[in-house]
């Protein structure tokens, strides 16, 4: 069954980056996408990054510009790069994965940004 792991969380002061990481098992084909969610507690959990099979990404345009994914298929890894992190980026992010019909099904265990 398919495992992700994420790591690379931190507490950081503002203005500083982060590289988040995400190594991923039990994928049998390169189709999928993947993408990075954050959750604050109380509120939704929220999309931040996606990359689909093609390689298209797609940023929330609260991060857009800030954010980067980008995944390593021959080490089976997925980044998010993060720059200029602000305070409002404190959340769990966590990393997640999609079946064969393109859905999020699949969720690390989070990883905690905090940012000051």
């Known amino acids: 069954h398919v495992q992700l792991v994420e790591s690379g969380g931190g507490s950081v002061r503002a203005g500083t980056s982060l590289t988040l990481t995400c190594v991923t098992s039990?994928?049998?084909?390169?189709?999928?996408?993947m993408g990075w969610f954050r959750q604050v507690p109380g509120k939704q959990r929220e999309k931040v990054a996606l990359i689909g099979s093609d390689r298209a990404t797609h940023y929330s345009q609260s991060v857009k510009g800030r954010l980067t994914i980008s995944e390593d298929k021959a080490k089976d890894t997925v980044y998010l790069e993060m720059n200029n992190l602000k305070p409002e980026d404190t959340a769990m992010y966590y990393c997640a994965g999609c079946d064969s019909l393109g859905t999020f099904v699949y969720w690390g265990q989070g990883t905690q940004v905090t940012v000051s």
């Open positions: 039990g994928y049998t084909d390169d189709g999928h996408c």
